[in-house]
């Protein structure tokens, strides 16, 4: 199945304007479907195995084709004016010269990729300030720059500042200082040269608004006689996979070491609003009844809660963030609800995933049988089941990312 490549970003993505056409070559046709009729219209010439595809109206649409050997391709049109069209494919080829990747997501690009240069990260900052309402980014300055502008900024301002730290975010580096000459020409060209940033600490994150979100992620391994295998690369690779764009939108996957199957499920993804130094709760379960008989015969119902609760703080230490965690698991066993409590603190990248905490429990399948409705209790029906009859040893993993928020 060939795929000409006139107006496209990619061989599966194509940009038309409204009346303009393409031709797809295709051999060994044996259907297709138009997803919105409306947006585009087509027409296959069987003598020449091309398909004519034509630009309808302004919109999206999936084209799918199948071959007689059954293989199956999803091809995207977005159908612009020829305005449009031709500032997308130059801002593409803009960040391509820079090389980026770009895909097309509906009326956006998505760019990711490290800028490696001086020069990248000056034409990039130019691009995006141009085109940012049309733009997602998943760009980063490359460790070697960031190392080598951080350095040429504590040179340069050495003998003219105090309690200078910077820190770099995605594309941009954030200076804080106790005293700079913030008008002085040298801070200036730096600001300009490199998307800098100088903030005084008295107005640092004090007063600044930050947005924690969490995946927690539930991972099953059946085999108890590897108890724990892998799950430190497990949690490193799904770290990975959060902090990779449009990937961590997926809800779930199936991750092989070694020969060894850890089963993934990202069981929920709450997300908070706070400021420094305020507790934020997440509670993901439900209140349960709980009925007690007592000796006069009497009974009484009490709610109580099973599932997992989160008791975040945001702190500021030694001028960096902190986070204070509480976990606490429970669940319902017969008449009573038990559980586990733990504490713990880590220092998180802004703007990055990172493991934060990690809760093991056994399970089996008949742990959900004994006690009715529980299949039906957020969380804590993911939590205690299993694909079989066998026992298993299951882990709850959080990820956690800050970002301020300006």
């Known amino acids: 199945m060939a795929i000409s490549h006139a107006n496209t970003l990619k061989s599966d993505e194509f940009f038309l304007s409204k009346g303009e056409q393409v031709e797809i070559n295709i051999k060994n046709l044996n259907s297709f479907s138009i997803g919105n009729k409306e947006v585009i219209t087509s027409k296959f010439y069987a003598a020449k195995s091309k398909l004519l595809v034509k630009g309808k109206s302004l919109g999206f649409s999936d084209l799918v084709i199948w071959s007689h050997s059954g293989k199956k391709r999803n091809i995207h049109f977005y159908v612009v004016s020829k305005r449009e069209q031709l500032k997308t494919f130059q801002l593409a080829n803009d960040f391509k010269s820079l090389g980026l990747k770009v895909k097309a997501l509906a009326f956006e690009l998505l760019i990711s990729g490290e800028l490696d240069s001086p020069r990248d990260l000056r034409m990039f900052t130019l691009y995006m300030e141009r085109s940012k309402e ?37 594309t941009s580096i954030e200076c804080l200082y106790e005293k700079l000459d913030i008008e002085s020409t040298r801070v200036k060209k730096l600001a300009q040269a490199y998307n800098i940033k100088f903030i005084p600490k008295s107005q640092s994150f004090v007063k600044d608004n930050f947005l924690v979100e969490m995946k927690i992620v539930k991972i099953d391994n059946t085999d108890l006689s590897t108890m724990g295998f892998g799950l430190n690369r497990f949690s490193s690779t799904f770290s990975e996979l959060l902090n990779s764009g449009p990937k961590a939108i997926v809800a779930e996957n199936e991750v092989s070491l070694s020969n060894q199957k850890l089963f993934s499920k990202v069981v929920s993804s709450p997300s908070i609003l706070t400021t420094i130094g305020k507790a934020s709760k ?42 204070h965690l509480s976990t606490e698991l429970t669940y319902p066993v017969g008449q009573l609800v038990r559980g586990s409590k733990s504490e713990s603190d880590f220092f998180p990248k802004l703007g990055k995933y990172a493991k934060a905490f990690q809760i093991s429990y056994n399970a089996t399948s008949q742990t959900t049988q004994a006690v009715p409705g529980l299949s039906k209790i957020p969380i804590i029906k993911h939590l205690f089941s299993s694909s079989d009859n066998q026992n298993s040893i299951q882990w709850l993993v959080g990820y956690i990312k800050v970002t301020r928020l300006k």
């Open 134 to 170: 049309r733009v997602i980014s998943t760009v980063s300055i490359s460790k070697k720059l960031r190392k080598q502008i951080i350095k040429e900024i504590y040179l340069k301002l050495r003998n003219t500042s105090r309690g200078l730290i910077c820190n770099s975010n995605a």
């Open 282 to 323: 997440v509670q993901l379960g439900a209140e349960i009844p709980i009925t007690t008989r007592h000796r006069s015969g009497q009974t009484s119902t009490t709610f109580k809660f099973a599932g997992l609760q989160i008791i975040s703080s945001l702190m500021l230490n030694q001028k960096k963030l902190r986070i």
